[in-house]
């Protein structure tokens, strides 16, 4: 059963940087892509970043692309999001996410057989 425990959220004024860290455990790390997630009061859950853990490569959404920079430690079974120049319109829960089958993560998409962690929360004041 894969579980995801993610921490590292807090608060932070606009222009800081926070990292996320997500642990996965109960699945072979690199034959899953990962994923970060956010979802604010009020609005749907978005991609914001995920990695082929495989290979590393890289993908952003448009908002926070430049600004945040996903990596993993395999060695570690663990992804970080990096989050840089944060604003206020980054408050969100974010989430960290799991899937075997990788076109969703790495299309930033939601589908019902993602895995979820607990969330953690990311608070940025002006």
């Known amino acids: 059963q894969v579980q995801l425990v993610e921490s590292g959220g807090g608060s932070v004024q606009a222009g800081g940087s926070l990292r996320l860290s997500c642990v996965g455990s109960?699945?072979?790390?690199?034959?899953?892509?990962m994923g970060w997630y956010r979802q604010a009061p009020g609005k749907e859950r978005e991609g914001v970043a995920s990695?082929?853990?495989?290979?590393?490569?890289?993908y952003y959404s448009d908002s926070v692309k430049g600004r945040f920079t996903i990596s993993q430690d395999n060695a570690k079974n663990t992804i970080y999001l990096q989050m840089d120049t944060l604003k206020p319109e980054d408050t969100a829960m974010y989430y960290c996410a799991a899937d075997r089958d990788c076109a969703s993560i790495l299309g930033l998409r939601i589908s019902p057989f993602l895995s979820w962690g607990q969330g953690t929360q990311v608070t940025v004041s002006s």
């Open positions: 990695i082929y853990t495989e290979g590393g490569t890289t």
């Open positions: 109960g699945y072979t790390f690199s034959s899953y892509c």
